[in-house]
């Protein structure tokens, strides 16, 4: 195995995971999230014959996979091979000091933290930051950014907190208010994306669980202020439908804000709710179960209930956002149906990576 443009050469067995194996053996591989979301590690394949873990269209355009575009972590070792680094994922991060200035209570475990950070920075929703408080000797953890920001400098994550986790105990924890955090920031491509001015916008299908739903509801919140009069194409928005899974009632919060917002901008917005875990005696009449059992019947339905909702299959924008099982699983049933990996953009959360 040879990596470029240093021409290091590794010896790696077939069925490696290529991150995994050139990190283990010294080489300063560019990665953030591991799960195949935020493209930091892109590698591009200038000989051999790799295999993908991922369904490469989820990251990838076409122009990009013909030219050998892969992501390190969701790569397997099949033969030799010669790598090119991409570094441009991280160029134009940066790394800048900040101060915890608010600790909100959302739910039982989620939190809305702002930082203010001493220079301005430019973000979208859905894109994440790495974040330490200062002097923790701890590795750093990744969190979505909840709305975008333009050249500013308060930024804002949901945070679950993990009894556990080190970095999440003391990002929620008032007590630290003022004190410093390490952040850098921004990476991953997660949201929507830009559409030229011929296009017209896509009916957005997202599906959002634990903090995941307030890197949706951003991304779903700036649609809707995009799309306010019609937005730049005119006409009738595009439709929203959110599909939130969760253990229990106590877990939503930011929906009421959200119609509000689509509301405002006469965008659609239907949203179903799937718990897992709610007490038998609560009282829900809801979904109960797990996403990935309900969305062809949600899909119909909501076709059913209302003819904005009706659309082709190839037609829908998917964004999913939230625990790897929820992600995954939302994507077999989206297949299922005929949706393709081309359509479906996702950002999964790893306990390692939220702790």
């Known amino acids: 195995?040879?990596?470029?443009?240093?021409?290091?050469?590794?010896?790696?067995?077939?069925?490696?995971?290529?991150?995994?194996?050139?990190?283990?053996?010294?080489?300063?591989?560019?990665?953030?999230?591991?799960?195949?979301?935020?493209?930091?590690?892109?590698?591009?394949?200038?000989?051999?014959?790799?295999?993908?873990?991922?369904?490469?269209?989820?990251?990838?355009?076409?122009?990009?996979?013909?030219?050998?575009?892969?992501?390190?972590?969701?790569?397997?070792?099949?033969?030799?091979?010669?790598?090119?680094?991409?570094?441009?994922?991280?160029?134009?991060?940066?790394?800048?000091?900040?101060?915890?200035?608010?600790?909100?209570?959302?739910?039982?475990r989620i939190h809305r933290v702002q930082l203010r950070l001493d220079a301005p920075l430019s973000w979208r929703a859905g894109q994440f930051a790495r974040l330490v408080p200062a002097g923790m000797p701890v590795d750093p953890r990744c969190y979505s950014m909840v709305a975008s920001g333009d050249n500013e400098q308060l930024i804002s994550f949901d945070i679950t907190h993990y009894p556990d986790g080190a970095v999440s105990s003391w990002m929620t924890d008032t007590a630290n208010l003022g004190k410093d955090v390490l952040v850098e920031a921004p990476f991953g491509e997660f949201g929507i994306g830009e559409t030229s001015s011929k296009d017209k916008p896509a009916p957005l299908l997202c599906i959002a669980g634990g903090s995941g739903l307030g890197a949706i509801g951003g991304i779903i919140a700036g649609h809707a202020r995009s799309m306010d009069g019609g937005g730049p194409h005119g006409g009738q928005p595009?439709?929203?439908?959110?599909?939130?899974g969760a253990r229990d009632r106590g877990e939503m919060y930011g929906l009421d804000e959200l119609r509000r917002v689509a509301d405002s901008a006469r965008v659609p917005l239907q949203i179903d709710v799937v718990l897992d875990r709610e007490p038998g005696d609560s009282g829900w009449q809801g979904r109960r179960g797990y996403v990935a059992e309900h969305l062809p019947q949600i899909l119909r339905q909501a076709a059913q209930g209302d003819p904005r909702f009706s659309q082709p299959d190839e037609a829908w924008r998917v964004l999913l956002c939230g625990p790897t099982p929820l992600v995954d699983t939302a994507i077999d049933a989206l297949k299922g149906v005929g949706m393709q990996a081309g359509q479906m953009a996702f950002d999964k959360y790893e306990q390692q990576r939220a702790a």
């Open 1 to 108: 195995m040879k990596f470029q443009p240093s021409n290091t050469v590794l010896e790696l067995k077939q069925g490696d995971n290529l991150l995994e194996a050139a990190l283990q053996q010294g080489v300063a591989a560019p990665y953030n999230c591991r799960v195949g979301a935020c493209k930091t590690c892109q590698i591009r394949v200038l000989e051999g014959q790799p295999k993908s873990l991922i369904e490469r269209e989820y990251v990838f355009s076409q122009e990009e996979i013909a030219g050998g575009a892969y992501l390190a972590c969701q790569t397997s070792v099949q033969s030799d091979m010669v790598v090119a680094w991409h570094a441009g994922a991280i160029e134009e991060t940066a790394t800048l000091n900040a101060r915890l200035v608010e600790v909100r209570r959302m739910t039982a």
């Open 238 to 244: 595009a439709p929203v439908l959110l599909v939130i």
